[in-house]
């Protein structure tokens, strides 16, 4: 199955980045996921980010429903800059500059510092742990305020 996964995803590879990844596997590997990804290439139009999020269900988390941004920028409001930057880059990362424009100087930059220290990638589990975390919360915030 990870073979399949792996030339699912350097099937949806624009070809330059394709051919560079491939030519820093091993051999073996190289000859083993070849006809896969040409199967792959054969049978599907593939958008990147589908075959992103179907890869995260196959790995046991899947992409965060990003709540509204109002219920985003409330969420992390309560939380401190170190766990706002964590759920930021974990469930969220296409939205840090929409939430970082709405902090002040302060906050801002040690969000983005504390951004710039975590692991890249993120860890599969914390993400999908700060991904329900966020849905939870977001949801529970709605029903208080009445928008749900």
Known sequence: MAARNAALALAAMHPADRRWMLARLPAGSRSMLAPLIVEAQRFASLDAGLVREVLAEQDGHRVADVPTPDILIAVLQRLSSQWAARVLVAAV???????????????????????????????????????????????DLRIAEGVA
Request: aromatic share 6%; glycine share 6%.
């Open 93 to 139: 990362p296409d939205h840090a500059e929409l939430y970082l424009a709405t902090c002040d100087k302060v906050r801002g930059a040690s969000i983005r510092r504390e951004m710039a220290r975590l692991p890249n990638p993120f860890p599969a589990a914390l993400a999908s742990s700060m991904s329900r975390y966020l849905g939870e919360v977001g949801h």
